[in-house]
């Protein structure tokens, strides 16, 4: 790309251009430069299985529409009154509330500001009124923006593990110890304020918490069936969309009738849908410009380029934290996760690190990143919210980053607080509905390009389930044909040209016939 061209698109994103605007001009200019390529070369990878063609894609508009109506229904007051009458009687005990409400709200809206407007602006002014400092309530507000994007079913997490190539359910698993950590190193703080300023507390009463949670029992079974049926097997994910979109339809228009189904649905439905148009806008646009990233082999340069200075693990794992972070304030999470993480994810792996690891600490990163001064999105939303100086949500959130960032620490270097969870589900090799092309014993989405090679050996066994056929679409190049004949019979010789590189020979204990040759 001609350096006039990457000034301009500076330039223009400085002025305030749309994000997708900026990735798709990007994919075209460089499809464009490259031989015997036109500006449309960029639409291959975005009308393919990577993007348009996934299964997985039509969990974002149902479970974002789910999200909206529980907003715009009496469910945050319903959540609160229910929160306050089990919490309230610990030290902080409001304050909890507001972690419980924002965490459960977060999950659902995808960190997208509608819980700072929906919880905070409902609890602010009760926090208030009950002597919480000012700076301590708008910090708390402010981090529960964020707080749910590792719990299931989360947007951003479903997201990630479509680019990523991972099982989403697997992923939900990943994200709830270390979910739970973040939720509880901030109640902890919260506690410890209660105490230290003898904030007022509420006298439990099992009645009236019996009948908080009575009436509230319609949202608090959704996540309970929600993850019932999928890991039992009745729903996948898709199908797991498609029910919460339903459920929470109709225990809203039609069991508690907080939303009207001639006057707010309609609404709702628009603005729901017009936030799913500008995140599928952001993906689709990204999508073709990490194509040209990773055709360019990007990722193995940076790899190649970090092996001078960066030579364990840990130091990897270090640097990642400080480079999301920054992602994290300049980007938002949507645009994040597709550009980055195709970049990240073969570099991470060379370091052994585990692929739902991963994706936890990118999240979590990414949630404090939401918060961290100076442009993180959530201090701009509760600024215009509360009527606050920016400044001040600076110094608010501090406290927040810092246990926040104690919680990154513990999350990132116990991987096994992420993988424990994943590893206790079987797997085998899943069709398109459950996530991915074809996967490996991790889980992983296989690199085809790395089957073709020439200084790759292929590994056959990595292609094979306990129980499943070969995938021998994946081992076709663009000038071979793979003599699928040579591997039907028991009496068949296989036709080893079709799958020798240049220098390397195939793996033959992974081919098991009878007999062998």
Same mark, same amino acid.
């Given at each position: ?70 907003? #715009? ?8 009154? &229910? ?18 409400? $924002? ?86 703080? $919260? ?40 890991? $039992? ?67 193995? &340069? ?123 589900? #079987? ?64 009496? #068949? ?23 062998? #040759?």
């Amino acid at each position: 790309m001609d350096t006039m061209w990457i000034v301009l698109l500076i330039a223009l994103a400085l002025l305030g251009a749309p994000l997708f605007a900026i990735f798709g001009a990007a994919a075209m200019l460089l499809f464009g430069a490259l031989p015997d390529t036109s500006i449309t070369g960029t639409a291959n990878d975005v009308f393919s299985e990577k993007f348009a063609d996934s299964p997985l894609l039509v969990t974002i508009p149902l479970f974002t529409f789910a999200g909206y109506v529980l907003a #715009e229904s009496g469910t945050p007051d319903r959540l609160v009154k &229910m929160s306050r009458a089990w919490l309230g009687w610990m030290p902080g005990g409001l304050a909890m509330v507001c972690l419980v409400a $924002s965490a459960f709200f977060t999950t659902f809206t995808g960190g997208s500001g509608i819980t700072i407007v929906a919880i905070g602006g409902l609890l602010y002014p009760a926090l208030i009124a009950d002597r919480y400092k000012e700076n301590f309530s708008l910090g708390l507000v402010t981090t529960g923006g964020s707080l749910g994007l590792l719990f299931p079913p989360s947007v951003p997490m479903i997201i990630y593990g479509v680019v990523a190539g991972i099982m989403i359910e697997k992923l939900f698993l990943a994200g709830l110890i270390p979910g739970i950590i973040t939720v509880a190193a901030l109640a902890i703080y $919260s506690s410890a304020t209660g105490i230290k300023n003898k904030m007022p507390r509420t006298r439990f009463d099992a009645k009236v918490a019996m009948r908080a949670l009575w009436e509230t029992k319609w949202e608090a079974l959704l996540p309970v069936a929600l993850l019932g049926g999928m890991y $039992s097997g009745l729903l996948r994910i898709h199908e797991a969309a498609a029910f919460t979109a339903i459920y929470t339809l109709v225990i809203e228009v039609w069991i508690y009738k907080d939303v009207s189904f001639r006057v707010d649905l309609p609404r709702i439905i628009r603005e729901s849908m017009t936030l799913v148009g500008a995140i599928l806008a952001i993906l689709a646009t990204a999508i073709g410009f990490t194509a040209f990233l990773i055709q360019a082999r990007v990722p193995m &340069m940076i790899l190649e380029a970090m092996e001078g200075f960066i030579t364990s693990q840990v130091v990897f794992l270090i640097a990642l934290n400080f480079f999301l972070i920054g992602v994290g304030m300049l980007m938002d999470i949507f645009s994040a996760i597709v550009v980055v993480v195709p970049l990240i994810v073969p570099i991470a792996l060379r370091f052994g690190v585990d692929p739902y690891h991963l994706g936890i600490v990118f999240l979590l990163n990414l949630e404090i990143g939401y918060m961290t001064p100076p442009v993180g999105l959530n201090l701009f939303i509760s600024s215009f919210r509360f009527n606050k100086p920016i400044t001040q949500l600076y110094r608010s959130v501090l406290p927040f980053i810092g246990l926040l960032g104690l919680a990154l620490i513990i999350v990132t270097y116990i991987p096994s607080l992420s993988t424990w969870l994943p590893s206790l589900v #079987e797997t085998n090799a899943v069709d398109l509905d459950r996530g991915g092309d074809s996967y490996d014993e991790q889980g992983v989405g296989l690199d085809l390009e790395a089957l073709e090679g020439d200084e790759d050996t292929l590994d056959l066994d990595s292609l094979e389930g306990d129980d499943e056929e070969l995938d021998l679409d994946a081992l076709e190049g663009d000038d071979e044909e793979l003599d699928l004949d040579a591997l039907e019979g028991d009496d #068949e010789e296989l036709d080893l040209d079709a799958l020798e590189g240049d220098d390397e020979e195939p793996d033959l204990d992974a081919l098991e016939g009878t007999p062998e #040759e």
